[in-house]
């Protein structure tokens, strides 16, 4: 079984400054997906970030990146800039590389807040 | 597209009563996912579907759980006899048959059970 472990409960950050949220995770898969999910207050989840196991290079979305170690099944997410609109429940998840069910598995989450 | 959408959004309901949540998910997804999220942690796998077929089932959803997807669109997910353990947030997600391993999540259905 897999699991995903967010060793952080909540992080403060300055407005544009530069935060980084950890993530671990244990599989004996070779073939799997990460994301990063925001859940802001009493608003839905939506993907931040996601980033295929097989691929070396780290994935970049405008403000957000990822460091990827696969080696050390570790998978932290860095926002630069930070905004007043990044404040949110943090969320790395795991999902296996396969045709059928492929369920999300969730870390418990880091709370983070943007201070002006 | 209008997204990923979940009624009603938040349910009181006294230990016993039977309760009914409806996902929609974005049209044209073949795959609908139920979670359960409790405060503090992150989403839980329930049930899957692809198209109306229900394919997995978490330890999680006991008996008094059932989920359906009758034709393919919609999904509903009961909970007889509720008690106080089930107070949570249920959580749908939906992703399409080009890329799998995305998935849109809905706003979510707050239970309470007092």
């Known amino acids: 079984a897999q699991t995903v472990t967010q060793s952080q409960p909540e992080m403060s950050v300055q407005e544009a400054e530069t935060v980084t949220l950890s993530c671990t995770y244990d599989?004996?898969?070779?073939?799997?997906?990460l994301f990063w999910y925001k859940q802001p207050p009493s608003r839905q989840m939506i993907l931040v970030i996601r980033q295929e196991a097989y691929k070396q290079q780290n994935a970049t979305e405008n403000r957000f990146s990822v460091n990827f170690q696969k080696a050390a099944k570790s998978f932290s997410l860095k926002i630069s800039d930070s905004q007043l609109g990044d404040t949110a429940m943090y969320f790395c998840a795991f999902m296996k590389h396969e045709a059928g069910n492929t369920p999300l598995v969730f870390g418990k989450g880091t709370r983070l807040s943007v201070i002006a | 597209d209008t997204g990923v959408s979940q009624n009603p959004r938040h349910k009181i309901t006294k230990r016993g009563q039977n309760v009914t949540f409806r996902c929609d998910p974005i049209s044209e997804h073949n795959r609908l996912y139920w979670y359960r999220q409790t405060l503090g942690q992150g989403p839980e796998f329930l049930t899957y579907?692809?198209?109306?077929?229900?394919?997995?089932k978490s330890r999680l959803l006991s008996d008094r759980f059932s989920a359906e997807r009758p034709k393919g669109s919609f999904s509903t997910l009961e909970i007889q006899r509720t008690e106080q353990g089930d107070s949570a947030m249920y959580l749908c997600?939906?992703?399409?048959?080009?890329?799998?391993?995305?998935?849109?999540f809905g706003p979510g259905t707050r239970l309470t059970v007092t």
């Open positions: 579907f692809q198209n109306e077929a229900q394919l997995e």
């Open positions: 599989t004996s898969e070779n073939n799997y997906y």
């Open positions: 997600a939906s992703s399409s048959p080009q890329d799998i391993y995305e998935q849109y």
